[in-house]
């Protein structure tokens, strides 16, 4: 049995960093051996697989996962500010531009059909030019210079898990309705992808953050989203199903990498990244006989179970460290892998930014 540490105490402020700059670090680490087999893996690193970053002699970089993430706090802040000097504006259109120039820094163009946005100062990063595998659907979807929705999506059988990763941001605004979260970021998934189950994957996924960031203990905000999954009209019957089966695994504790992707799939497709990623949270919570349970470590043994397996290890990983930061805040955050963290100030800075438009106290 395992125990829901205190998690009483983090400040928004403090989540907001934690979920970004975990997300940043489970992909970084994930990243690093993304496109392996689990028999690569362990002959890389040993019967463990990758378990911290100085297994990779010094190399970290995160991938896209980490680059479109960062550019939905952008759209979101951007709409944020017109919000808060009293013109509204269209969210998903705010998105949907800072996409569009997420797009310039692969060096795809827009038709010209497509707007051309302004520049803001995310855009002048050079970590965020380097092109990094980009997600195929985000790349065709956004190239399109169509602005999808869910009525009229681009990629309409596109389910891939572009969508999910990039979505923590939407559960970190306080002060908006469950509703409001869920819509939010499915609607922004249909910018990129059209399938059913991309974008309610994306938008359970934001509402898990958002229960986190509200206090909720892990078990809790699961069961809520798996709820919220199966309770309304029209669900791909993949998420739920992925959902429940996460939760079942977990029950289990820790398994090897083959029955994870034989119970949970690869993590390539949303659901299943989703999936993994919840199962990895949940698997290793502290043991109940812990008298003084560890964010950090649970952090580490959780992202370290979500990256070795032979699928998408970059975007599980980065699931998994949006998920505990959000729920500990910066606490969990090894100080030893944020030491070794590309480009940690401009993470930051996009934090920062976000804090200051939902005006959260630090």
């Given amino acids: 049995m395992s125990i829901e540490p205190d998690t009483s105490t983090p400040s928004l402020k403090s989540r907001i960093h934690g979920c970004l700059l975990g997300g940043a670090l489970g992909d970084s680490l994930g990243y690093a051996v993304e496109f392996d087999s689990i028999d690569r893996i362990r002959a890389r690193f040993g019967a463990a697989g990758v378990t911290g970053f100085e297994a990779l002699a010094g190399t970290s970089h995160f991938s896209d996962d ?9 759209g979101l802040v951007e709409a944020l500010e017109w919000a808060n000097s009293g013109v509204g504006a269209d969210v998903n259109a705010c998105l949907w531009l800072a996409y569009l120039r997420w797009l310039a820094t692969q060096g795809e163009a827009a038709p010209a059909s497509a707007p051309a946005p302004q520049p803001r100062w995310i855009d002048a990063q050079p970590v965020l030019h380097q092109r990094r595998h980009p997600g195929k659907a985000c790349i065709s979807g956004l190239a399109t210079g169509e602005m999808g929705t869910s009525v009229r999506p681009v990629n309409p059988e ?65 069961a809520e989203a798996l709820a919220h999954a199966t309770g309304f009209e029209g669900v791909a019957p993949e998420l739920p199903d992925r959902l429940e089966g996460a939760l079942r695994l977990a ?18 497709v949303a659901e299943e990244a989703l999936a993994v990623a919840l199962y990895a949270a949940l698997a290793t919570l502290p043991d109940a006989g812990a008298t003084d349970p560890d964010p950090a470590q649970h952090f580490r043994k959780a992202v370290a179970l979500a990256v070795n397996h032979s699928g998408d290890s970059d975007s599980t990983g980065a699931l998994t460290g949006n998920i505990l930061g959000a729920f500990y805040g910066e606490d969990c955050l090894p100080g030893e892998w944020l030491a070794a963290l590309e480009a940690p100030e401009v993470i930051r800075g996009m934090a920062n930014q976000l804090v200051a438009v939902t005006s959260a106290e630090g």
């Fill in 251 to 268: 029950g289990k504790g820790i398994v090897t990498p083959e029955e994870l992707v034989q119970a949970l799939g690869e993590g390539w």
């Fill in 66 to 74: 980490t680059q479109m993430t960062l550019y939905t706090v952008d």
């Fill in 158 to 222: 596109s389910k891939g898990c572009g969508t999910v990763m990039r979505s923590a941001p939407f559960g970190l605004i306080p002060h908006i309705t469950p509703d409001a979260v869920y819509k939010l970021s499915s609607d922004a998934a249909s910018l990129t992808h059209g399938h059913p189950s991309a974008r309610q994957s994306a938008g359970t996924f934001s509402l898990l953050i958002h229960r986190l960031v509200a206090g909720d203990g892990l078990r809790e905000a699961a």
